[in-house]
């Protein structure tokens, strides 16, 4: 059994990749047949609980997914914990984390918790067809993430 019982996704503005991540990852670990895992997002700097990206909804729908609704919400001391994976797209948003609060643990980038290191990020600004090429490497590692889920 994981020790880890939930799992927020981390970026930025809470606008971009962690949202898709999360329903992504739903979808996975539901196909996989994994169970006891609660799957969020989250930013770490979020004014008022703004839209998805709209490239990043329509990626979501070519994925059966609907992001079309979600507000972006901020990451809070509440949603650290013992039993709280929190996986950042990048580092700065992983440092931004252990910089904000004093009850940070947990916090690793998704790269990095699956043994590899780098950045995730969106083209800001960039095509839709940018936006796919990153979204298929986030796949890739959700994959990766379930598997890891699934031996544990």
């Known amino acids: 059994m994981s020790r880890f019982n939930r799992i927020i996704f981390l970026d930025e503005d809470?606008?971009?990749l962690s949202p898709l991540a999360s329903v992504l990852f739903k979808k996975k670990i539901r196909a996989a047949s994994i169970d006891g895992l609660n799957i969020a997002s989250r930013g770490n700097i979020v004014l008022f609980p703004e839209p998805v990206n709209q490239k990043v909804v329509e990626i979501a729908k070519e994925n059966d997914a609907d992001l079309s609704s979600y507000a972006a919400l901020a990451l809070t001391e509440e949603d650290f914990s013992e039993k709280t994976l929190i996986l950042a797209m990048d580092n700065g948003s992983k440092t931004v984390?252990?910089?904000?609060?004093?009850?940070?643990?947990?916090v690793h980038?998704?790269?990095e918790y699956l043994g590899s290191s780098g950045d995730l990020k969106?083209?800001?600004?960039?095509t839709l067809e940018e936006y796919e090429t990153v979204v298929e490497i986030l796949k890739g590692l959700l994959d990766n993430l379930v598997?890891?889920?699934?031996e544990e």
């Open 109 to 111: 980038t998704l790269k």
């Open 122 to 126: 969106l083209p800001l600004g960039g």
């Open 147 to 150: 598997l890891k889920f699934a």
């Open 97 to 106: 984390a252990y910089d904000r609060f004093s009850s940070a643990m947990n």
């Open 14 to 16: 809470n606008t971009r």
